[in-house]
């Protein structure tokens, strides 16, 4: 199993780091799903440091594999975000389950809150794997502009992870 080294983004050179490598694997629009055309200062947008932390993954090379953000939402809970690369997707539940028993050693959080595009089906996937709760349905929450619609809105779901039941002591998925 592949053990992953969390680094925080705190420079702003680490900080542009995973949009120079979205950008070069072509999911910059994936990621950064409310912008038309998301630009680098979209993504420093979403990881500036007055309102976010962020962690770059690094695999037993030092080679980029994903970053993983959090915005603080109330008290202890945040809302996390992750990008996995394309060379460490075979790997994606290995490294996202070691990215969230990151976050939970790094800050002294109750929770985490992921919300996703319901299509996003990989995502949804992840969810289930990494222990989050059963995804509730958000109609039309996920502002997702189009060229030629920029008003859209998706469906979206939103999950709970609790400290206590984290996929690091085994919870895996959803109880039914």
């Given at each position: 199993m592949v053990t992953y080294r969390f680094v925080e983004a705190d420079t702003p050179a680490l900080r542009r780091l995973p949009f120079e490598r979205m950008e070069s694997e072509g999911i910059a629009r994936a990621v950064i799903w409310n912008r038309v055309d998301p630009c680098l200062l979209d993504w420093l947008e979403c990881v500036n440091p007055q309102y976010a932390l962020c962690w770059l993954a690094h695999d037993r090379n030092n080679a980029l594999a994903g970053a993983v953000w959090l915005n603080p939402v109330m008290g202890l809970c945040g809302c996390v975000h992750?990008?996995?690369?394309?060379?460490?997707?075979?790997?994606?539940?290995n490294l996202?389950?070691?990215?969230?028993?990151?976050?939970?050693?790094?800050?002294?959080?109750?929770?985490?809150?992921?919300?996703?595009?319901?299509?996003?089906?990989?995502?949804?996937?992840?969810?289930?794997?990494?222990?989050?709760?059963?995804?509730?349905?958000?109609?039309?929450?996920?502002?997702?502009?189009?060229?030629h619609n920029p008003s859209r809105c998706r469906d979206g779901f939103?999950?709970?992870?609790?400290?206590?039941?984290?996929?690091?002591?085994?919870?895996?998925?959803?109880?039914?």
């Amino acid at each position: 199993m592949v053990t992953y080294r969390f680094v925080e983004a705190d420079t702003p050179a680490l900080r542009r780091l995973p949009f120079e490598r979205m950008e070069s694997e072509g999911i910059a629009r994936a990621v950064i799903w409310n912008r038309v055309d998301p630009c680098l200062l979209d993504w420093l947008e979403c990881v500036n440091p007055q309102y976010a932390l962020c962690w770059l993954a690094h695999d037993r090379n030092n080679a980029l594999a994903g970053a993983v953000w959090l915005n603080p939402v109330m008290g202890l809970c945040g809302c996390v975000h992750f990008c996995i690369f394309k060379a460490a997707r075979p790997d994606w539940k290995n490294l996202g389950r070691q990215a969230i028993a990151h976050l939970f050693r790094a800050r002294p959080l109750a929770g985490l809150l992921a919300v996703w595009p319901a299509h996003y089906r990989s995502v949804t996937r992840a969810a289930k794997a990494w222990g989050f709760g059963k995804p509730v349905l958000l109609p039309k929450a996920c502002h997702m502009p189009g060229v030629h619609n920029p008003s859209r809105c998706r469906d979206g779901f939103m999950a709970v992870l609790r400290r206590s039941s984290r996929c690091d002591e085994g919870n895996y998925g959803w109880r039914q």
